[in-house]
């Protein structure tokens, strides 16, 4: 009998080893997502875009009633963990309505600041209150090179970077890897309002890949009706330089 297990946002990974000691047969993985913080989110003044309205539109008129409309968020640690889809934050505000300084907690998608802010990751660029009424942007990419990034269909293939352009795939011999980022620019009228993956191509394996980040940790690749899921997990790897 085959049992199927579906890896979704704040699924501990032994879940998986556990599936596996019990003699599970098939696994169906899915990316799971770690929010992003360490920065200033900015608020957007129209979070229900009408004609012309993309992305972001300034609200200046907090604090002093023309300061531009912020929530400082910081991993309550010092530092994000790159691997663990929950952890707890700290953040300072000038949003009318919201306490000056707290904590709150990170959970997968959900975004919790207490007597702030309460919603969801729409990407690792953009976030929604449960309301609707409040939508913050931040301008953030992820480094590509803590960590060995592992295509989670069949564990088999793995990649390490050397930086946020280059990398490889780890083979016998290692296949050069070459990125593309696109970053987000939110104060840009024109944007863009999320950081996409360009192009992602491995030497001698055809085309190149497009896609985008599924939080910090993981990335969603596709070429034509081919698909290539890579997370984000602890290790090294080299590269030849």
Avoid: H
């Amino acid at each position: 009998m085959q049992r199927r297990l579906t890896w979704r946002a704040g699924v501990a990974v032994g879940a998986l080893a556990g599936l596996a000691a019990c003699g599970g047969g098939e696994i169906v993985a899915v990316l799971g997502f770690l929010g992003s913080a360490g920065g200033s989110w900015l608020q957007d003044d129209k979070p229900a875009e009408g004609p012309g309205e993309v992305g972001l539109q300034l609200r200046n008129t907090c604090g002093d009633g023309s300061e531009t409309c912020f929530i400082n968020i910081q991993p309550a640690s010092g530092s994000q963990s790159l691997y663990a889809a929950e952890f707890d934050v700290t953040f300072t505000s000038n949003l009318p309505g919201c306490v000056t300084s707290g904590t709150g907690r990170a959970s997968g998608t959900r975004l919790t600041l207490s007597g702030c802010f309460s919603g969801d990751y729409v990407n690792i660029n953009q976030a929604l209150s449960d309301d609707r009424t409040r939508r913050m942007f931040f301008n953030f990419t992820p480094d590509l090179t803590q960590g060995v990034w592992v295509e989670i269909q069949t564990g088999q293939r793995r990649f390490a970077f050397g930086s946020n352009a280059d990398g490889c795939e780890l083979t016998t011999p290692t296949r050069p890897v070459a990125v593309v980022l696109s970053p987000a620019d939110i104060r840009n009228p024109a944007g863009p309002f999320e950081t996409t993956i360009a192009s992602f191509t491995i030497s001698g394996d055809g085309a190149a890949w497009q896609g985008r980040f599924v939080g910090v940790s993981g990335m969603r690749l596709s070429r034509g009706y081919e698909v290539l899921e890579l997370q984000r997990q602890p290790g090294t790897g080299t590269c030849p330089p």
